[in-house]
């Protein structure tokens, strides 16, 4: 039973991508619920339903007070039959529409309203750009990703289980009063518009307080998790004192919005008591008066008091209930802020696979500044032959990264094409351009999975063998092979800890280049890929990087020039322009800026100082 309501949707039914989602709330809302449109109508009719049944008891308790006038026979007589069926009504047909409604919102919606739309908001966000993820706290995004499937599903709960219910309730209470007299409507009506009153107070205020509170919770992760990830700079440079103040501002600024929040709540408590005290005496004073002048029955005056006791009881519930409903909205707004930003490095609606040929590269006018008047490149014009091996040089934001940036297609040019055998790359499928293109970076980051995992993230589909042989390639087997977690795994099951934490640079490195090998691209790019090497290493590792570069197309971005020193050409840029170019004995012949800096190494080092002597 349990997994037939559990199957009725699937949290990962196809659905249309969208570039531009919806940043209305309700319109979102309605976006990401579409799936759940058949059995939402289900669910609302039954809350109606089980509703209209509780009213109904309370009616039927009056009328069994005011048949109750009699002898115990002449009534058994009179109503037995009635009384044998109501029994069986509460005891078999109330549990069953009860126990429908129940497994309609907790086992058809609610696990699998929060999956879909946790597993739709972490698919929108990762088709994001990388420059979109490096304007943000990964923490942040994080906490919003997370947070706002159980607000959503908190608020889809809330509506079913409280407000139609009690919309349903109240109607249902007007219409019983007004069968014993219709001036018990008066009292009833009085104390739901002030009700109401006090209902549109709270919510004008708790939804920005939730929305404030909600914001700042989010800064205190995006804080912690910042110093939790860099936390060998916080130990290095001793500043424990000083990420504990930077995460008490964020953590007393959510103090201090939560406490208005709940101010809120508190004024409404306070005076939720006062109008159901009116809500009270009103509707069973009068009709107690109405008893009393003959115009109502014992049955009606109790069923008006059980009425409001009931109404009582449920007020609270349901402000809370609302206030919930309220609060959580302002979660998932503020989770919209990240989940709802349109995608803007996106792919043409025609757009096509890479089509690779020969692996030319040409860079035509190539011009970016990152939104700025200054860095970056400019007018950047280079054609990179087939199979060429190309070093790249240059002083701290000459333009090198944004130039491989560019052709990795991390970011659209402001200005130029990129052609990759005569493709324009912003016309191609971005998945497809990656995947002919195999990169080392000097911030090698792994994935915090196992060895294996993380080499095989450069072909999935490799065998074991073929794995082992990319990693004796990157001369990472042995060290891989002495490997073991807290969890007992070793080997190539060993977890490397968050982004390869648990493993040295050098470590590190070679893992991510076994991952390049593994992949075999047919073009290559190479980011001071043994910046984390030992000397020893990496003279083993240079054998193994021009044996990779055979048949490739290659750019390999160095400081250290003799890892260069044999490329077919080499490129110096500075200040976002390319300023000379030629084989290392053309330039050292030219004695310009390659020639300076090869002067100034030291143990083959770029010194990339203005000021260095």
Same mark, same amino acid.
């Given at each position: 039973m349990f997994r037939f309501f559990e199957n009725l949707v699937d949290p990962y039914v196809d659905y249309p991508e969208q570039d531009t989602p919806p940043t209305g709330l309700w319109p979102f809302f309605r976006d990401y619920s579409k799936p759940f449109k058949k059995v939402f109508i289900l669910t609302g009719i039954m809350s109606i339903v089980v509703a209209f049944i509780e009213i109904g008891l309370i009616y039927y308790m009056g009328r069994l007070v005011d048949l109750l006038d009699g002898s115990p026979a002449d009534v058994w007589d009179s109503y037995g039959t009635e009384f044998i069926l109501v029994a069986l009504f509460i005891l078999i047909l109330r549990p069953a529409f009860q126990a429908l409604d129940v497994l309609l919102l907790n086992n058809a919606i609610m696990p699998n309203y929060g999956t879909l739309f946790r597993w739709r908001a972490h698919r929108q966000v990762l088709r994001q750009s990388v420059g979109w993820f490096e304007d943000d706290f990964a923490g942040r995004i994080a906490n919003r990703i997370m947070q706002t499937p159980p607000a959503a599903g908190e608020v889809v709960f809330q509506v079913f289980d409280a407000i139609s219910y009690s919309l349903a309730y109240l109607i249902g209470a007007a219409i019983l009063l007004s069968t014993s007299d219709w001036r018990l409507l008066v009292p009833l009506f009085a104390w739901f518009g002030l009700y109401a009153l006090l209902m549109k107070w709270m919510i004008k205020r708790v939804g920005a307080a939730s929305k404030a509170s909600s914001d700042a919770r989010s800064e205190v992760t995006g804080r912690v998790v910042d110093s939790y990830t860099n936390i060998h700079s916080v130990k290095m440079f001793a500043h424990h004192d000083s990420e504990i103040e930077y995460a008490r501002t964020a953590i007393e600024k959510a103090r201090n919005t939560f406490q208005k929040e709940m101010r809120i709540f508190t004024v409404m408590d306070v005076t939720l008591v006062v109008l159901n005290g009116f809500l009270i005496v009103g509707v069973v004073g009068w009709a107690f008066f109405l008893w009393t002048s003959g115009h109502a029955t014992v049955g009606a005056v109790t069923a008006a008091a059980a009425l409001t006791l009931r109404l009582n009881s449920m007020t609270a519930w349901i402000m809370?209930?609302?206030?919930?409903?309220?609060?959580?909205?302002?979660?998932?707004?503020?989770?919209?802020?990240?989940? &709802?930003?349109?995608?803007?490095?996106?792919?043409? &609606?025609?757009?096509?696979?890479?089509?690779?040929?020969?692996g030319q590269i040409d860079m035509q006018g190539l011009t970016h500044h990152y939104g700025r008047a200054s860095g970056g490149l400019d007018r950047v014009n280079l054609t990179v032959r087939p199979g060429e091996k190309i070093g790249l040089i240059g002083r701290s934001g000459a333009g090198k990264s944004t130039l491989v940036k560019l052709l990795?297609?991390?970011?659209?040019?402001?200005?130029?094409?990129?052609?990759?055998?005569?493709?324009?790359? $912003?016309?191609?499928?971005?998945?497809?351009?990656?995947?002919?293109?195999?990169?080392?970076?000097?911030?090698?980051?792994?994935?915090?999975?196992?060895?294996?995992?993380?080499?095989?993230?450069?072909?999935?589909?490799?065998? +074991?063998?073929?794995?082992?042989?990319?990693?004796?390639?990157?001369? &990472?087997?042995?060290?891989?092979?002495?490997?073991?977690?807290?969890?007992?795994?070793?080997g190539y099951d060993a977890q490397v800890g968050e982004r390869g934490v648990k493993l040295s640079g050098g470590q590190r490195q070679r893992i991510a280049l076994a991952r390049v090998i593994l992949k075999n691209a047919p073009i290559l790019l190479?980011?001071?890929?043994?910046?984390?090497?030992?000397? +020893?290493?990496?003279? &083993?590792?240079?054998?193994?990087?021009?044996?990779?570069?055979?048949?490739?197309?290659?750019?390999?971005?160095?400081?250290?020039?003799?890892?260069?020193?044999?490329?077919?050409?080499?490129?110096?840029?500075?200040?976002?322009?390319?300023?000379?170019?030629?084989?290392?004995?053309?330039?050292?012949?030219?004695?310009?800026?390659?020639?300076?800096?090869?002067?100034?190494?030291?143990?083959?080092?770029?010194? $990339?100082?203005?000021? +260095?002597?």
């Open positions: 809370w209930a609302l206030s919930t409903f309220f609060q959580q909205l302002g979660v998932v707004s503020e989770g919209m802020e990240t989940i &709802a930003q349109p995608v803007t490095l996106i792919d043409d &609606a025609g757009a096509k696979p890479l089509q690779l040929t020969d990795l297609r991390f970011y659209d040019p402001e200005g130029g094409h990129i052609l990759i055998d005569g493709q324009d790359i $912003t016309k191609l499928r971005q998945d497809s351009l990656r995947q002919r293109i195999g990169m080392v970076q000097q911030d090698s980051a792994l994935l915090h999975r196992s060895i294996r995992e993380n080499i095989l993230y450069g072909r999935p589909d490799a065998t +074991e063998a073929e794995v082992i042989a990319a990693a004796k390639q990157a001369q &990472a087997h042995g060290f891989i092979m002495d490997l073991a977690d807290p969890d007992g795994r070793s190479l980011d001071e890929a043994t910046s984390a090497l030992d000397s +020893e290493v990496e003279a &083993a590792i240079q054998e193994t990087l021009y044996g990779m570069m055979a048949g490739k197309t290659v750019i390999a971005i160095a400081h250290r020039l003799s890892t260069i020193a044999e490329m077919d050409r080499i490129l110096v840029m500075d200040q976002g322009r390319i300023v000379e170019e030629g084989t290392h004995e053309m330039l050292l012949e030219k004695g310009g800026l390659y020639a300076g800096f090869w002067a100034r190494q030291s143990g083959g080092f770029l010194k $990339t100082e203005d000021d +260095e002597t």
